[in-house]
Nanobody, 126 residues
Framework: QLQLVESGGGLVQPGGSLRLSCAASGFSLDNYHIGWFRQAPGKEREGVSCFSRSGGSTKYADSVKGRFTISRDNAKNTVYLQMNSLKPEDTAVYYC???????????????????WGQGTQVTVSS
């Protein structure tokens, strides 16, 4: 059974940092593009970042460029989203997702992701 499980969310003060994890089971993440998305109350889901299957390409939403970093640990079958300099507007439920992909393709946002995790809440507040 293919499953994605996010963790690492929580409450943090503005300017603080969090690292989200997305652990996969039932399949190997290095055969998929992996994306991070977020949805705040009353807002549409937003693509935050993605990591291409090949490992050679990443993308970021303009709102997080320079603050967030996506990475993948193949040995742990886990993708991470390091979030620094957090702002109140980063408050949302964060989801990871996996998209079947060829080795030569590059991830895009929002893309067409096949598998989704249950989400983890990130709250940035003083």
């Amino acid at each position: 059974q293919l499953q994605l499980v996010e963790s690492g969310g929580g409450l943090v003060q503005p300017g603080g940092s969090l690292r989200l994890s997305c652990a996969a089971s039932g399949f190997s993440l290095d055969n998929y593009h992996i994306g991070w998305f977020r949805q705040a109350p009353g807002k549409e889901r937003e693509g935050v970042s993605c990591f291409s299957r090949s490992g050679g390409s990443t993308k970021y939403a303009d709102s997080v460029k320079g603050r967030f970093t996506i990475s993948r640990d193949n040995a742990k079958n886990t993708v991470y989203l390091q979030m620094n300099s957090l702002k109140p507007e980063d408050t949302a439920v964060y989801y990871c997702a996996a998209e079947r992909a060829s080795l030569i393709s590059r991830c895009v946002l929002p893309g067409k992701y096949d598998y989704w995790g249950q989400g983890t809440q990130v709250t940035v507040s003083s």
